[in-house]
């Protein structure tokens, strides 16, 4: 409802000029009077809750749109909108005829007195049909005024004019759009050499210029020992140790320093942390030192002389011990560390690894990273719980090092046919309405299994296995961004882009092409196909744009504006 989602959208980040939208609003109420519904549906708008308006800055869990949609929300196009565009798309007037007939159609069925006295015509039913709205072929026994069903969102509607409101709904728009992405998505071209080529290039140019050297995880445990040094004059019983992306070497060079406190058992915790806090304060080997006890996990924060962000907490058994298992798993394949880099990178800029603003934990994104790796038809990446013994399973992490070394993978996948995969299988195959995300064994497990009731993306922490690392999120929309965001990722990465931009936005559902896919082939340059089909193609239109891409346009990037569309999750307030 709007109330509910005010105070969330109030603090979303939309680079909307909020004056402009108050005065829109109040010249709106000066020249017209509205009711109600129509102020709402006004304020909606304005926060960017109305999920089929198209262009930037839609609510967080909009699917991002392409340049080529149409808002299933927008009423025939206005004058002004016709004014500033010579001719109209053929699509886009054919459907404006269309919902114009049957608005028509809808003010001559309001004048018969019984609804099974009216038939709608042909081209309505057909129209309507294309929305997932059809004909009832037998009359509901619960709702028994309906005439109408969509099958999209099994939605009973009782006239035409019931089914324009319903295909105007934000809930329609979206679950359409969803339909049509995935569509496109399963319908994606293998990519070809030249894809591969240039998307190998990215990955292992970013994983070089990002991820953590040898040099900088020597750095990290130096941090580590100095703080050890340090904290020992005065507490005796002690040791200090990383954890987290500077142990497993997921990291990126941007990445804090996770330092974890072991205390003998005869120590104080709480007592303990308060002298730590002095004895790093009067330190020169570090600055900005400053107490974080009130949060959930107490800790300490200071920084590097070369201002390196350092966190130190205490006995963060369960951390260590995932961090742990990860590190072997990187260790396992260099094309898992590499892979690690870029999809930490990835989450970073799609604003997933925020936890603190109510999204997924960093170390969540390795975990979904080995899980994926884990389930390819060819695994890369063995489980490596089953080389534990059962007696150490969940207290300590303790393996034969030499018996997991000769674990071999037979899969021979490229780093860019790995990314794709990765995100086809958030985007396509992992049904998270049932599964958990869950690194402990080769087999699937489920919410079931877990006791867990979620119905959306569950992780398990693989040494804290009651804790679902997904329960930082507090909003569905930031569960269908995520979802959304994958969805993003595979259309961009897993098509093959260029330096005039994608050449495949959108998959028709065609059940005929109309043209040969080899005639004619010399004679188009990618320029001329652009600018005579679009990248609105059929599934063969799809490989004869493929195959026109020259090997000198082909480029990929890590950004912003190509893996989000402008969209970003909702800032949510805990408090």
């Keep these: 409802?709007?109330?509910?989602?005010?105070?969330?959208?109030?603090?979303?980040?939309?680079?909307?000029?909020?004056?402009?939208?108050?005065?829109?609003?109040?010249?709106?109420?000066?020249?017209?009077?509205?009711?109600?519904?129509?102020?709402?549906?006004?304020?909606?708008?304005?926060?960017?809750?109305?999920?089929?308006?198209?262009?930037?800055?839609?609510?967080?869990?909009?699917?991002?749109?392409?340049?080529?949609?149409?808002?299933?929300?927008?009423?025939?196009?206005?004058?002004?909108?016709?004014?500033?565009?010579?001719?109209?798309?053929?699509?886009?007037?054919?459907?404006?005829?269309?919902?114009?007939?049957?608005?028509?159609?809808?003010?001559?069925?309001?004048?018969?007195?019984?609804?099974?006295?009216?038939?709608a015509p042909e081209p309505v039913v057909a129209f309507l049909a294309a929305k997932y709205i059809r004909p009832l072929k037998k009359k509901s026994a619960k709702f028994q005024r309906a005439q109408w069903f969509c099958h999209l969102c099994e939605y009973h509607c009782d006239n035409l004019n019931k089914c324009f409101e319903h295909y105007n709904d934000t809930r329609h728009s979206r679950l359409t759009r969803i339909k049509e992405i995935d569509f496109t998505l399963m319908n994606i071209p293998k990519p070809s050499k030249l894809h591969c080529d240039s998307l190998n290039n990215l990955l292992n140019n970013n994983a070089n210029h990002l991820g953590l050297t040898k040099e900088d995880i020597a750095e990290r445990h130096l941090v580590a020992e100095t703080v050890q040094n340090i904290l020992m004059t005065s507490i005796k019983d002690c040791s200090v140790r990383l954890y987290g992306s500077s142990m497993t070497g997921f990291g990126l060079r941007s990445s804090n320093i996770n330092l974890d406190l072991v205390l003998g058992a005869d120590l104080q915790p709480h007592l303990v942390l308060i002298q730590s806090l002095s004895l790093l304060q009067t330190s020169p080997a570090f600055k900005n030192v400053q107490d974080d006890f009130t949060s959930k996990l107490p800790a300490i924060r200071f920084q590097t002389l070369q201002g390196i962000e350092v966190e130190l907490s205490l006995n963060n058994i369960h951390a260590f011990q995932t961090s742990s298992i990860l590190r072997d798993y990187i260790n396992l394949d260099p094309r898992v560390k590499i892979l690690g880099v870029n999809f930490r990178d990835w989450a970073s800029i799609t604003r997933l690894d925020k936890q603190a603003l109510g999204t997924l934990s960093p170390h969540s994104f390795n975990i979904l990273l080995v899980y994926a790796l884990q389930q390819l038809k060819q695994p890369l990446l063995p489980c490596i719980h089953d080389f534990i013994s059962k007696e150490n399973d969940e207290e300590k992490y303790a393996i034969d090092k030499q018996k997991l070394s000769e674990w071999k993978t037979e899969n021979t996948?490229?780093?860019?046919?790995?990314?794709?995969?990765?995100?086809?299988?958030?985007?396509?195959?992992?049904?998270?309405?049932?599964?958990?995300?869950?690194?402990?064994?080769?087999?699937?497990?489920?919410?079931?299994?877990?006791?867990?009731?979620?119905?959306?993306?569950?992780?398990?922490?693989?040494?804290?296995?009651?804790?679902?690392?997904?329960?930082?999120?507090?909003?569905?929309?930031?569960?269908?961004?995520?979802?959304?965001?994958?969805?993003?990722?595979?259309?961009?990465?897993?098509?093959?882009?260029?330096?005039?931009?994608?050449?495949?936005?959108?998959?028709?559902?065609?059940?005929?092409d109309e043209e040969d896919v080899e005639e004619g082939l010399g004679d188009w340059t990618l320029e001329s196909w652009l600018a005579a089909k679009g990248t609105v193609l059929t599934k063969s239109q799809t490989l004869t744009a493929v195959r026109l891409v020259p090997k000198n346009m082909v480029t990929f990037s890590f950004s912003a504006e190509h893996l989000t569309d402008g969209t970003v999750p909702a800032v949510i307030c805990a408090v």
């Design 1 to 119: 409802s709007l109330h509910d989602a005010l105070p969330i959208c109030l603090i979303h980040f939309y680079k909307r000029d909020k004056d402009d939208d108050v005065k829109a609003l109040h010249a709106r109420h000066e020249t017209d009077t509205m009711d109600s519904q129509k102020i709402e549906t006004a304020i909606k708008g304005m926060l960017g809750l109305n999920l089929g308006a198209t262009g930037g800055g839609g609510a967080p869990g909009a699917y991002p749109r392409g340049k080529e949609s149409k808002s299933a929300a927008s009423d025939a196009p206005s004058k002004e909108k016709v004014a500033e565009k010579d001719v109209m798309p053929a699509k886009s007037v054919e459907s404006s005829d269309q919902e114009a007939l049957l608005l028509a159609e809808a003010k001559k069925e309001s004048k018969v007195g019984k609804p099974e006295d009216y038939t």
């Design 413 to 512: 996948d490229s780093l860019a046919e790995l990314w794709i995969q990765l995100f086809q299988f958030y985007s396509l195959t992992y049904n998270s309405a049932e599964l958990v995300v869950s690194i402990r064994k080769a087999t699937e497990m489920t919410n079931e299994e877990k006791d867990w009731k979620s119905k959306k993306l569950a992780i398990e922490d693989p040494y804290s296995t009651k804790r679902n690392l997904c329960r930082s999120i507090q909003h569905p929309s930031v569960f269908n961004y995520i979802a959304d965001s994958f969805k993003t990722g595979y259309l961009y990465f897993g098509t093959i882009q260029t330096s005039h931009g994608p050449i495949i936005t959108k998959i028709l559902q065609s059940e005929d």
